[in-house]
């Protein structure tokens, strides 16, 4: 039984060193009917507004929450949260900072996008289907922890 547990040990060790501050995304299929149902329970946007943050739930270590974004939402930073978005429909672009400059990354459904708590970053949507996505917030969100960040686009 050794034998099986060295390379569970090996692996954990190996995951364990790929939690660095980094943000990256992966890309998974979504089904349109949970989508059509996510976007519903969201509701429509008001005209005026280019981001709108629906809470989902909450529990003692994550909140989550379904976002909506038809435009740009400025650069800033959570300082004490980790952030996962799942993109459920809609593209667009999101900046991370990369040396106090933002640099670009474009995304589109099924891309999963992870942002560590500090590091500074942008959305924009491209102008088409407004952007529908589930995040999770690590521990949960407290509005006050949105700190704009002044970088350079």
Known sequence: MSYRIVPAAVLAAALAGCASPRASYVAYPFEEPVVSDLAERAGPM????????????RTASASHHLIQLKGEEPPHRHMD??????????????????????????FEPGHVLTIPRGVAHATRSDGGTPVLAFAVFSPPLDESDTVPADVQR
């Open 46 to 57: 008001d005209e005026s507004q280019e981001l709108q943050v629906t809470p989902l739930g």
């Open 81 to 106: 949260h980790d952030l996962v978005v799942v993109i459920l429909r809609g593209a667009g672009v999101l900046e991370l900072d990369s040396g106090g400059k933002l640099r670009p990354i474009g």
